[in-house]
């Protein structure tokens, strides 16, 4: 079936350095839609960024994310960590549009910055 | 700008007990979604409902029941509540119109004694 993994449960960096969260997905599906999500403490989880088409960056206060369909690939990178970044990061996958499919989510990314 | 509304915000129940959670949503969507969020295992779904009175399975309906009496509101009910059960349920909604991500309420915060 549809799934998403997320290698890291927990990140942590040093304010400064550069931020790459992994995700890689399995779909049976030629085209997939892939999202990045973002929650900080106690809030719901915002869209950040979303994809549909193969090998374009998408970019979105300041993280940047490319689909690559050869490796099944959707990770999430930023040049430098601020402090604020500082939250769980889902990645997710459609492979009917968000709409009238079901989004798959994977287990989350814990990102913390430290000073 | 709309709003997802989910009430309550924290619901405190006993073992056994049958518990209901509300959903509201004013964007004129028309899919909504119920999630299970629970501490390293993601976002699971448990009910979505692509128009009123639709309700399709997620990975996790097992214990659970839905309903989408309107289009505005979706409710999700907690058939058999389990002991020390602590979670957060998500609701979220999404247009039919291009490819819309979902839009996530703030969550009920669920604790069975």
């Known amino acids: 079936g549809d799934s998403v993994t997320q290698t890291e449960g927990l990140v942590t960096l040093t304010e400064g350095l550069p931020v790459m969260l992994n995700c890689t997905y399995q779909t049976i599906y030629s085209n997939p839609f892939l999202f990045w999500y973002v929650q900080h403490l106690n809030e719901s989880p915002r869209l950040l960024l979303k994809s549909f088409t193969d090998n374009k960056r998408t970019e979105h206060q300041g993280f940047h994310a490319t689909l690559h369909k050869s490796s099944s690939s959707f990770h999430l990178q930023k040049s430098s960590a601020q402090l604020s970044d500082s939250a769980l990061y889902y990645c997710?996958?459609?492979?009917?549009?968000?709409?009238?499919?079901?989004?798959?989510f994977g287990a989350g990314t814990q990102l913390i910055v430290i000073p | 700008g709309g709003i997802i509304t989910q009430t309550p915000k924290f619901l405190i129940g006993q073992e056994g007990q049958k518990l209901t959670l509300k959903c509201q949503q004013n964007?004129?969507?028309?899919?909504m979604y119920w999630y299970r969020q629970d501490s390293g295992k993601g976002l699971r779904l448990i009910y979505y409902?692509?128009?009123?009175?639709?309700?399709q399975k997620g990975d996790l309906s097992e214990g659970y029941d839905a309903s989408r009496e309107k289009k505005s509101s979706f409710s999700l009910t907690v058939t058999s509540a389990q002991k020390n059960e602590m979670a957060v349920f998500l609701c979220?909604?999404?247009?039919?119109?291009?490819?819309?991500?979902?839009?996530f309420g703030e969550g009920t915060r669920l604790s069975v004694l």
């Open positions: 409902s692509i128009t009123e009175n639709d309700l």
């Open positions: 964007f004129n969507h028309d899919t």
């Open positions: 979220a909604s999404s247009s039919d119109r291009g490819n819309q991500a979902p839009l």
């Open positions: 997710a996958l459609s492979v009917r549009g968000s709409a009238l499919g079901r989004l798959h």
